[in-house]
């Protein structure tokens, strides 16, 4: 899969990443410095960001051993595996005792919660979408713990757990200050949020004006743009 300056490899069975993580990459704002990719699948946000910015660096991390295979597999064929190193580990384990270290942390994580109905029956999928292996709480903490003095934390996230999201940045430390919301069309409401969090910052969280990704004659211009599309 194409976008914008990059050539994706993903499943043709198990999990396929949606639009939502070239969102995230277009929604946070250049420079990156070190960059981490937390449960970052076939590496999209994380190489993402690399081709926004030349002088980024990021360490991407992933449970699952076959994505963590197309992640490097991604960096490589694009280009930027000398500036993107790949963690194959679970959250817990993935950076050990390194200490605030990164710029940026992001991530399109598990959005399901375990009580939101079944899992899917493809293993594969089950993780990546449900948080059978982190959740929400631990991954904020997680970021909030790599992150430098003033570091920044974006995710995207279902629109309808947004106060989940919201509670679990501010529990970690984590100032949420950005948010946009997106919907699929300007009279539906919005199905996922971009939202962006300091650590040790105070101030409001200013609402954007929201990203409709389609109308009558297909994408918006916005959302061509975002997706690559011509």
């Not at 899917?120 to 059978?132: C, G, T």
């Not at 003033?150 to 919201?166: F, I, N, Q, S």
């Not at 919301?181 to 101030?203: M, Q």
Request: hydrophobic fraction near 50%; proline fraction near 8%; aromatic fraction near 4%.
């Amino acid at each position: 899969m194409c976008s914008s300056d990059l050539t994706l490899w993903q499943p043709r069975d198990g999990y396929r990443f949606s639009i939502d993580p070239l969102l995230l990459v277009d929604f946070v704002a250049p420079p990156f410095g070190r960059v981490v990719d937390f449960c970052a699948g076939g590496g999209v946000v994380g190489l993402g960001l690399l081709t926004r910015d030349e002088r980024a660096h990021a360490t991407v991390i992933e449970i699952q051993p076959r994505l963590a295979a197309l992640a490097q597999r991604n960096a490589d064929d694009n280009g930027r595996g000398a500036r993107a190193d790949l963690v194959a580990a679970a959250l817990r384990a993935a950076l050990g005792d390194g200490g605030a270290a990164f710029d940026l942390a992001v991530a399109n994580p598990p959005y399901r919660a375990l009580e939101d109905g079944p899992a899917s029956p493809v293993e594969e999928v089950a993780i990546a979408q449900h948080e059978l292996r982190v959740s929400l709480p631990e991954l904020a903490a997680a970021m909030r713990r790599v992150l430098k003095p003033a570091g920044r934390a974006a995710l995207v996230y279902p629109a309808a757990r947004l106060p989940a999201l919201l509670a679990a940045l501010d529990a970690a430390g984590l100032r949420p200050l950005r948010a946009r919301f997106v919907h699929s069309r300007a009279d539906e409401p919005a199905n996922r949020v971009l939202v962006e969090a300091h650590k040790g910052a105070r101030g409001p969280l200013v609402v954007e004006p929201p990203l409709i990704v389609r109308d009558a004659a297909g994408y918006t211009r916005e959302a061509a743009r975002i997706l690559g599309e011509p």
